[in-house]
Structure formats: C-alpha cells, structure tokens
C-alpha cells in the first residue's frame, strides 16, 4: 500500500485518516538527537531563555509537552508588567523585575510585542489601608521605581471616573503597564526560532539520564543528548528536577485563580490597572479591575483555592461569584453580568522557598532550575540573561552568533491597522480583506500567517490571532476556521483539534454514524 | 473604493437585510446597496435545512434554503446591488460606513439612508459561567447546525442539549437523524424556550428526554467533553442539593438564547433597550439616530423568520422616504412595559396610522388579559416567553390614548374570564 507524504501528515491511501492524524512538527520525530543547551518548557520562561541563547553559537533545542507555547501558566497570565514595588528589596524577584526593566523598551521594539503602559492605581479603602499603600510606596521606591505618588480620591477618581468614591487615597503606579500575555510568549518563540533554535512540540520529558558528556533526556519521542539542560517546566519543574535526584525545592499548585473576561464595549471605561488589597499583610496579593490589551476588562480576585490536581483549570462557581462581588468593590457603577465573555482558571505555580528560583542544580553541574512563581512575564528578559550567566558559569563557551537577528515582526493584525495599511494589504493580498471573525475583526490572511508561523490547532489559531476570543466566543468563525486549518495544513475538518491530542472537534463525518449502526 | 450616490444601504443579506432592500427598491429607491459579510445572500437560513418557514408569508412550507432563495431571486431580479464577503467595520452617525472587502479592500459609502440588519447571535458557555472544565465538544446549537448541515460533520454522538430554544431541539432532532443519541435536553425553567411545534416534533415524536428546571452545573474532561452533571434547580433557580445526577456524553450543545448584534448600532451612537438587546425604534422602525433604521433579529428576536422579513419591509419602506427627505417629527407616545411584559417592539409609535406591537412576556402565566392602556384588551389562554404576541391596533383605536405614555400589561384573571 502506498504512503502519501503530503507536507503535514502520513497516512495510508484508503486508510480513515483520524485513525492514523499526527501533527505537523511530529514528522521531523528528533532529528536531531543531540544539543549543547536543552531547554524543557516553552513558557515565557523557556522562550525567553531560548531567545536569549539563540544569540550565541551553539545548538539550542526546546521541547514542549503541550502543542504549542505558553501553554502553561503563561496563557492565564493577566499580562501586567508589574513596575516592582510590590516585591520586597534584595529578593531575586524583585533585582529581576528591576533588571527587566532596563531593557524592556529595546525588547519590546525588537519582538513587536503588544504593550501598553497604562498605569496601575492601589486602592486603599480605610486607614489601614491607607498605611498599606504609603508602606508599598516606601519599598517600591527603595527599589528604584519612579513616579510613585499617593492620590487623594478626589485625584484618583479624576484619573479614573469608575473608580469607588468611598477610598480614601491611592497609590499611583504609571510605570505598571500590560502586554498581551500569549502575544509576549509568541514574540520570544518565533524569534529564538528564526535565530535557529529547534523547537519540539509534544514531547514529554520522562527520565534523564546522566552520560559522561551530559545528560541524556528521554522524551516520548526519542533521546536527546545534551550538555546542559534548563529546567523550566513550570508547574512542572519540581518534577523534571526530581529525575536528575533533586529535590531542593518543590512547587505547590494549590493556588488556583480565577479571571472573567469582559466584553470590549466594558474595556473602554477603565483606563488604569485596578487594584484592591487582599490581603493587608502581602503587598503581591491584590484584587484586580484592568483593561486587557485588547481592550476588553479583566476581572480577577485571589481566592486560595486548592486544585484538585496539577492539571486541575475548572472554574467554580464560589470563585467566579466572588470575582464578580470583589470587582464591584472595586468599580461599583460597572454591571457586569450582562457582559460576561468568559472566565478561565489557571494554577499559579509557587515554590517553597517564596522567591524565585534561578540556580544550578547542586546535584549535577550543568542543570539549571528555572522556577517563577509571579510576576514571572515582567521578569522574562532579565531570567534569560540570569541563566545565559549561570550556563556561562558552568563552562558553556559563550561566542556571539554574528547572524543573530535580534527583530521579529508580529502578525499584522487589521484591527490595528489604518485605511491606508489595510488597503495596501488587500492589494498584496486580498485574504486580509475577508473576515473571518466578525467580533475581533481577524481576517483569512491574518489565520494563514499564524498557520504559517506554527499554530496548528483552533486554539493555536484563536491565542494567535484573537478569531473566537470575542463576545460570540467563536460561534460564528469556528466552522470557518477550521475550514482554514484543514485546507492549509492538508488535513480533513475531522483531524482538527481544539487543544491537540485527544481533542478533535468532529468526531464522525455526516451518516457516518448510521453506517455503522446499519 | 467609494461608493457615491447611495440612497438606502442595507448592513446584511440574511432574511431581514433581503427583505429591506427589495421593499426600498420596489417603493423606488434607486441606488440600493447590501453589504454582506458571508460570500452569499441568505445568512443563517442556508443552515436551516428543515422545514416551517414562509407558513406566513408566502403562506407556504418552505425550508430555510428555499425561503432565502425566493428574496434572493427577487433581490437579483430588481437590480439591487450587492456587496459579498464585505463586513462593515465602522459606522458613523452622520452615516458614514466603513467596510472591508475582500474583492475592494477598504469601502466607504455615505448612504442617504441606511437599514441595520444585522441579526443576532448565540449566548456561549462563557456567558453563563458554566463551572468544570474547558474540553472541545462544547458548541452553540447554531454552530453546530452549520458543521451538521452545510460542512457535513457532525460533532459526536453522544449529546446533551442545554436549553430549549428552537435551534437547540431542531438540533436534537437532527442529531437523531444522523444517528446520534440525544441523551437529555436541559431547560431551567419550567416549561421550553421555544415554539410548542418544535418540542412536539423534535422532541416528543423522537422520545427525546427532557428535564425541565434543570441545569447544568459541571462539565467534566480534559481535552474532549467527558461528562455534565445537571441538577435539579428550585424556585430561585439555584440547584437543589441532592438532585446531582452525571451524564456521559462527548458533545454539550447550548440553546440558551439568542443576542441582537448591536456593535455597530453602538458605534453609531444609536440607543440600544436593554430589555430587547436591540435598537429603540419607532413604529418606522427608525433608530434614535435619523436617517438609520432597523429590522429583524437586530431589533429584537423574532419566533420565526417571516416576521423578521415583514418587521424589515417596514424598515426598507421607511428608508426609502427618508432618502427622499420625506421625514416628518410626528407626535409621539411611548410604549412602557408593564407587568409581566419583558418589552415591546416597537417602543414608540405615533397615533395616525394603524400599527402592529410586538411583545413578550417575562414568565409562562395562564388565563390572563393582556392590556395596552385602555383601548384594548384581549384573553389569553396561556402566556410564555417563547412565543410572541402580535398586536394589531387601528388608528382609530390609537386615537383614543391619552397621555404621552401607553402601557402594556398582562392581567391575571383566574377564575373571571369575564372580568
């Protein structure tokens, strides 16, 4: 019988193709079998650092177990870029947040990474309160944060109508900005790729071995041999640690938290990031009423709420009710019920040690454990730069790649653009006149980039491009889009996934069923 | 491109976009121009493969494809143009529209007149807030409908339906069709969301189960939809503990309501009713803003298609007179709902010509008199939010009112039907 190879899949002529569908990055099954660096865990931490090496010469390659990047925690990250006054001075988190910040702006420019600076306000409710945020103000500025000002609620609700009128002042943070979380993970990703870092999606680690040059790491889809490994794997880090004997530090999911996203016609009434206390004795505990960069408004309340399991993102109702309730607090004259988008859970990973985690393992010279609890996205340049040291450190010869390309432009999206850019557009290619998604406005053109740069299922497409992240929550588009990954990758509508494998959208062709019951 | 010398511009081709332009056209606009967004006229009736529309209009079983068809033929026929594959991206007040075309790129027309006919769309899991988890199996009832009747697909074969709304047991009985297993439809309240018709033939003539004030309270599976749990629900609507029961199916579709499309009325600064979803309009269905009308699901949603087409002729007609400057300020009395009316359409009207109202009701009620102020009155059996009353009244009867304010009401008359 013959094999088809057709650019994305294998399958047998005549042979039902959802018994054998396999992804696009599973037909080069690791080639390549050894590596200088391998990083474990395309988060914002393990992009982050594969960019950041990317600038040397040496091999570099990163496995995933998930299909795509920022998978983890990274896509439930709310996107502040935190200014650091939330951090107490001399912690590793804080001098990240601090370093990250220097280059921030160069970063931001090279990626084409979505960011707003749009401020933060504190709210402080009572005295108590009051004495929290002069105390924020204190250490923030301690840490070198600028522009640090208590506001009177006259001045605060001046800045921000919405805002309760019963606070009693407000520390403003202008430094605070948002960037767009995925959007972040995706800009260090495609750009470690182009600088020639091998990426491998679906590839689980599951034992490392220890070899006389290194490590030998086995994935489900083969070994890889490798000098040095980097141990970024988030919720997971405590785990890939203990396959090497490790077991300096250990990661608790039992913090789960809860986020409603709002519809964009909400986003345009608050203008600064919200934030409420909710704990007065922990300055990076707060509740939070923010614009997105997408300018939809999100909702979000800490609620100590333990996971059932490491993989454990359902929604509760409890949490969701008092997300809703905090945010009233917040900005009381906003109803949101009827605007309601979404909501999403996701685990924030904390460590035992309460900072963050960026060191050589003491078992084995040569393992480097990357563990960020938050404010993980703000620190991402400088825990890139930290671990190139530390790998520096451990003997890896450092020469600079003298074809590095240091830019990389984002996906161009229609609903940023002008009359005369869309135009333009449409006359080099006309898919970026049609409309897929009618509620962010996404085109056919803008789908078939983020096809081209890697996404390979409807979430893949949707954290791309935004087509299914509006108010109709794809209801309209879904069909179409998965017409558009079907057609580009070669593959039939019943071999899409939602979120990879295990998670097709359709399952049986129509009368299907019937035969089969006949 | 620029489109010049437009006299009525109609923002959609579905059944109500259909309806307005070839109203305006045939009351002698001249240039009429529909922007559609989808490559073909039609809108969600290409997937309504069933039948039951046109029993009113065309006083004919149609299927929605056959129904289409007949406006889209009348369309071609009269020479109204049309834009496919074009979405309008921005609407100005002063009536300025900005559309993106596939074939054009960036279009802008300043119409005369404009008619938003827009429609509407499902609610979607996240606006309820369902709790569990977030699999792929999890579908609106219309999107469905689209992978089952037109892309031949069909999402599982093991479905609970959420909610009874008319797409949602249409869906039930096409999912039978294709041999399916429709394990439960789910409905909160007491009684179905949608038309009786459609629960007798979708549901009871397939032995469909129903349980009525349930709901779903957890959806179980990592990556596909493993299971529901649904629960009995009280008086408040709040499940009753006790009353968990879990369901094993790989497909949840939802049938939970539908949402008149308003961003671009929004963005035109057009007043929108929170009751309806839609534009506040008067008895020409002219939106706050002049010069920009409104008809069909956009203003508020119907029960079957052939009133969107008559609520949109209404619209185009009115289009057309005003492009002709033929708008008069006319002395206006405001519809107010009273009890137990949810709203109604529309929600101004003026008193020298006959008008058809259209209302809903808040909850199911039976034996009960509805009243609009003191010119009229009429018994009902039974009242429930899935099926709208159609009020005509004359203009002599509109004479009569008094005051600036007319308010439609639902009396309970148990037991003095002749009260």
């Not at chain 2, 790989?250 to 009713?273: F, K, Q």
Request: glycine share 10%.
């Amino acid at each position: 019988m013959p094999w088809i190879l057709s650019g994305a899949t294998t399958y047998l002529i005549g042979s039902e193709p959802k018994l054998s569908w396999r992804y696009f990055h599973s037909i080069n099954d690791l080639m390549i079998h050894k590596t200088d660096v391998l990083i474990v865990g395309a988060g914002i931490a393990g992009t982050s650092i594969a960019r950041e090496l990317s600038k040397y010469d040496m091999k570099v390659a990163l496995v995933e177990k998930e299909p795509d990047v920022g998978w983890g925690q990274s896509k439930a990250s709310f996107g502040i870029c935190h200014p650091g006054a939330r951090w107490p001075n001399g912690t590793l988190a804080q001098r990240m947040i601090y370093e990250s910040h220097q280059v921030w702006d160069q970063i931001i420019d090279e990626l084409g990474i979505e960011f707003l600076r749009i401020g933060e306000l504190a709210l402080a409710f009572n005295q108590e309160e009051v004495q929290h945020i002069q105390a924020l103000k204190s250490q923030g500025e301690k840490n070198g944060v600028q522009g640090l000002e208590i506001l009177s609620t006259q001045e605060t609700l001046q800045l921000e109508p919405y805002v309760n009128p019963k606070i009693k002042a407000a520390l403003y943070m202008p430094k605070a900005g948002i960037f767009s979380p995925f959007g972040l993970v995706l800009a260090f990703y495609e750009n470690a790729k182009a600088n020639g870092v091998d990426i491998y999606f679906e590839t689980k680690v599951t034992e490392i071995c220890l070899d006389q040059m290194g490590f030998i790491v086995k994935t489900n889809r083969g070994d890889i041999r490798t000098k040095y490994v980097v141990n970024a794997a988030g919720l997971f880090s405590q785990v890939i640690a203990q396959m090497i004997g490790d077991n300096s530090f250990s990661i608790s999911y039992d913090t789960k938290s809860t986020c409603i996203i709002l519809d964009k016609y909400l986003g345009e009434k608050v203008k600064h990031i919200i934030t409420g206390i909710a704990d007065i004795k922990i300055y990076h505990r707060f509740k939070t009423v923010m614009p997105t960069f997408h300018q939809n408004l999100l909702i979000y309340t800490p609620i100590p709420e333990p996971s059932k399991s490491i993989e454990d993102r359902s929604v509760e109702k409890r949490a969701f009710d008092l997300t809703l309730q905090d945010a009233k607090l917040l900005v009381p004259d906003i109803d949101f019920k009827p605007h309601i988008i979404t909501a999403f859970s996701g685990i924030t990973a904390r460590n035992n040690r309460g900072d963050f985690i960026i060191e050589m393992s003491n078992n084995h010279p040569g393992f480097i454990n990357v563990a960020l609890p938050p404010p993980g996205v703000t620190c991402a340049p400088a825990v890139g730069k930290k671990v190139v040291e530390i790998l520096k450190n451990a003997g890896l010869p450092l020469i600079k790649k003298s074809k590095f390309n240091p830019n990389r432009k984002a996906i161009k999206r229609i609903i940023h653009s002008s009359m005369g850019e869309i135009q333009e557009l449409v006359n080099q290619d006309n898919r970026y006149g049609h409309v897929i998604c009618r509620c962010e406005t996404v085109t056919e053109g803008e789908i078939v980039e983020a096809i081209r740069r890697g996404a390979s299922t409807l979430d893949g497409v949707k954290f791309r491009t935004r087509a299914g992240m509006g108010r109709c929550q794809g209801g309209f588009c879904t069909p179409r889009v998965v017409k558009i990954l079907a057609r580009e990758r070669g593959l039939s509508e019943g071999e899409i996934t939602k979120k990879g494998s295990g998670s097709r959208l359709l399952l049986y062709r129509s009368k299907e069923l019937l035969e089969v019951k006949n | 491109m620029k489109l010049k010398d437009i006299d009525v511009a109609v923002i959609g081709a579905g059944p109500a976009g259909m309806a307005a332009a070839v109203r305006a056209k045939e009351e002698g606009a001249e240039q009429v121009l529909i922007l559609e967004r989808q490559e073909q006229m039609g809108g969600l009736l290409h997937q309504c493969v069933h039948n039951g529309f046109g029993l009113f209009y065309f006083g004919q079983d149609l299927t929605g494809p056959q129904y289409a068809h007949r406006f889209a033929e009348k369309v071609r026929d009269l020479g109204i143009r049309v834009l496919l594959r074009t979405m309008v991206t921005q609407l100005s007040s002063d009536r300025q529209i900005t559309a993106l075309s596939k074939s054009e790129g960036v279009i802008n027309v300043k119409p005369k007149s404009i008619v938003l006919a827009m429609g509407c769309r499902e609610r979607s899991r996240g606006q309820l807030g369902i709790p569990g988890s977030r699999p792929a199996g999890i579908f609106t009832a219309g999107t469905a409908q689209r992978f089952v009747n037109v892309e031949g697909w069909i999402p599982g074969r093991r479905i609970v339906i959420l909610g009874s709304g008319d797409i949602g047991m249409i869906m039930a009985r096409r999912l039978m069709l294709e041999g399916a297993e429709v394990m439960a439809v789910v409905e909160i309240l007491p009684y179905i969301g949608g038309l009786t018709r459609n629960e007798v033939q979708c549901l009871h003539d397939f032995g469909i189960p129903l349980f009525l004030e349930h709901t779903v309270t957890e959806i179980h599976g990592g990556q596909r939809l493993e299971a529901v749990t649904i629960e009995k629900v009280g008086r408040d609507r709040e499940p009753m503990s006790g009353t968990k029961r879990v369901i094993e199916c790989d497909t949840l579709l939802l049938s939970v309501g539908l949402i008149p499309e308003n961003e671009l009325s929004r963005m035109a600064g057009v007043v929108i009713d929170p009751l309806t979803g839609g534009p506040v309009v008067d008895q020409w269905r002219e939106t706050s803003v002049p010069g920009i009308f409104a008809g069909g699901n956009v203003v508020h949603v119907h029960d079957v298609v052939d009133e969107v087409s008559r609520e949109a002729e209404i619209a185009g007609g009115s289009a057309v007179r005003f492009a002709r400057g033929g708008a008069v300020e006319e002395e206006r009395k405001i519809l107010k709902p009273g009890r137990n009316i949810r709203y109604v359409v529309p929600q101004s009207i003026t008193t020298r010509h006959d008008v058809t109202l259209y209302a809903r009701v808040r909850e199911m009620e039976e034996d009960v008199r509805l009243r609009v102020g003191d010119i009229f009155s009429k018994y009902f059996r039974v009242v429930k939010p899935g099926e709208m009353i159609k009020i005509d009244l004359t203009h002599s009867q509109l004479g009569l009112l008094k005051g600036d304010f007319v308010e439609l009401s639902i009396e309970d008359i148990k037991g003095r039907r002749n009260g």
